[in-house]
T-cell receptor, first 112, second 114 residues
Framework: GESVGLHLPTLSVQEGDNSIINCAYS??????FIWYKQESGKGPQFIID?????DKRQGQRVTVLLNKTVKHLSLQIAATQPGDSAVYFC???????????FGQGTRLTINP | SAVISQKPSRDICQRGTSLTIQCQVD?????MFWYRQQPGQSLTLIAT?????????ESGFVIDKFPISRPNLTFSTLTVSNMSPEDSSIYLC???????????FGQGTRLTVV
């Protein structure tokens, strides 16, 4: 079956440093990937997405990298701020079923 | 993007009762979904809410337990029926404005069953 998992459940970084959150997926039919940020008591918030015909996409302070060869996805956050503290989820969409499957989540903590 | 309003934001319910959660979107959307997020866990898809027809349920979820309505392109409800403490969770409404684009989420309904 398909699965999306994260290498690390927690990540602590110093304010101002860059952070990298990793995600592995197993479904070869997935062609669309999304990163979400979830703060306590809130629903997931869309951060950035990438389709399988790309290997890199940049947003404001965030970059998503996709390596289809090894089925790996990463989210890079530059110059982290206290407001970046949250749980981050990767999600993949199966091109056949059109269903979004979420990874386990990584809790990012920014230390002052 | 889409702005999603979910009601109620939280509730404490007695076991054996039912709760209906409402999801209202500020614009017409093609796809609406309902997810469950158990404490400290990731999101699991319950069903796809189909406009004008029966919802499509994922494995492990059945219509008798989680009846869903979607009367139009901006509104859906999820009912959690005959609740037990195991149903304590966050229930989230999600929409795609256009198919195969990013999904947006409501703020969720935090349900506690006692």
């Amino acid at each position: 079956g398909e699965s999306v998992g994260l290498h690390l459940p927690t990540l602590s970084v110093q304010e101002g440093d860059n952070s990298i959150i990793n995600c592995a997926y197993s479904n070869s039919a997935s062609d669309y990937f999304i990163w979400y940020k979830q703060e306590s008591g809130k629903g997931p918030q869309f951060i950035i997405d990438i389709r399988s015909n790309m290997d890199k996409r940049q947003g404001q302070r965030v970059t998503v990298l996709l390596n289809k060869t090894v089925k790996h996805l990463s989210l890079q956050i530059a110059a982290t701020q206290p407001g970046d503290s949250a749980v981050y989820f990767c999600a993949e969409k199966d091109s056949n079923t059109q269903k979004l499957v979420f990874g386990q989540g990584t809790r990012l903590t920014i230390n002052p | 993007s889409a702005v999603i309003s979910q009601k109620p934001s939280r509730d404490i319910c007695q076991r054996g009762t039912s709760l209906t959660i409402q999801c209202q979107v500020d614009s017409q959307v093609t796809m609406m979904f309902w997810y469950r997020q158990q404490p400290g866990q990731s999101l699991t898809l319950i069903a796809t809410a189909n406009q004008g027809s029966e919802a499509t349920y994922e494995s492990g979820f059945v219509i008798d337990k989680f009846p869903i309505s979607r009367p139009n392109l901006t509104f859906s409800t999820l009912t959690v029926s005959n609740m037990s403490p195991e149903d304590s969770s966050i229930y989230l409404c999600s929409v795609e404005v256009w198919q195969n684009t990013e999904a947006f989420f409501g703020q969720g309904t935090r349900l506690t069953v006692v």
